[in-house]
């Protein structure tokens, strides 16, 4: 899958999978920018209901809600360029055309707006009280300081407008809801993690590659041979998000493993890269074998 996660590509893929399912277990190869939350559930979910397992391949870029489709998986697979990123909901700014701003924005400035308020308040107190040589008592130097802090933050506070802090709050929670729910199958979450994904990091790009994505997840390893021959043949395709998505099967089978020490071999037979069938709407929906 490479491409946006959209409501409609969700069916699409859905679609797919009942038509074209010839196995128990499956590996999703997922490149994507993100997209809706909705529709990153809604794969996940099919999937946790179709397979016994459930494993997916981060090759490449894959952020917002391509991590909460990837929490729904057994196993998490790396390649050395693979990453994930936060889970914190991306909404539109008001009058900004093509402007995007992290859901974690409302509340780091409630934050931020208070622990002000509080600092400056008790500087004041201790300002005012130690400037009197302690003539003038702490109840009328916290009077004060209320006044003063009313003035400076008031016209601040007025501005916010509750009813967008209350969608935003709603909206954040949604990375939340939906990964407790897809983590429920197979529980690959640590503790507190969704929190972390949801709340803790500092920029919605952050690179989450395999070794942090190994705080997070109990089960994250690497691609083998075979899954990394799968990778190479794809080139950009499993590097990078495309504009047009493409949604398309792909078969293989592990390659030849290395001579171990006794002399013993794997002779698997290794995958090509080459992709085979039909383009629908100008996507690829054949085979690789």
């Known amino acids: 899958y490479n491409g946006e996660l959209t409501r409609g590509a969700d069916l699409r893929f859905i679609e797919m999978v009942a038509r ?4 128990d277990e499956v590996i999703v190869l997922l490149v994507t920018p993100g997209g809706s939350p909705d529709a990153a559930y809604k794969i996940a979910r099919y999937l946790q209901r179709k397979y016994s397992s459930f494993k997916c391949l981060i090759p490449g870029f894959c952020k917002s809600a391509g991590t909460l489709l990837a929490i729904g998986a057994d196993e998490l ?35 931020t707006l208070e622990q002000r308020a509080k600092d400056t308040f008790n500087d004041l107190i201790a300002e005012i009280v130690s400037s009197s040589g302690g003539v003038v008592s702490f109840h009328t ?32 929670r949604i990375g939340e809801d939906y990964g407790h729910r897809l983590n429920e199958k197979w529980s ?81 037979t290794e995958p090509g890269p080459e992709a085979q069938g039909d383009q629908v709407d100008g996507k690829n929906t054949g085979e690789a074998v």
């Open 77 to 111: 697979i790396f390649t050395p360029y693979g990453e994930l990123g936060p889970l914190d909901i991306q909404m539109v700014k008001e009058d900004r055309l093509n402007g995007m701003e992290s859901g974690l924005n409302i509340s780091e400035a409630f934050l």
């Open 20 to 23: 074209e399912q010839t196995s």
């Open 188 to 268: 690959n979450l640590k503790e507190k993690s969704l929190t972390r994904l949801s709340q803790s990091y500092s920029s919605h790009g952050f690179v989450i590659d395999s070794i942090e994505a190994s705080y997070l997840f109990n089960r994250v390893r690497e691609a083998n041979v075979g899954e990394m021959a799968l990778v190479d043949g794809l080139g950009v395709l499993a590097r990078h998000p495309q504009r047009s998505l493409t949604i398309q099967k792909l078969e293989f089978t592990e390659p030849p493993q290395a001579a171990n020490g006794n002399g013993n071999e794997n002779t698997a």
């Open 141 to 172: 130097a916290s009077h004060s300081a209320t006044e003063m802090i009313s003035a400076l933050y008031g016209p601040v506070f007025t501005r916010i407008d509750p009813e967008e802090v209350g969608s935003r709050s709603r909206a954040m």
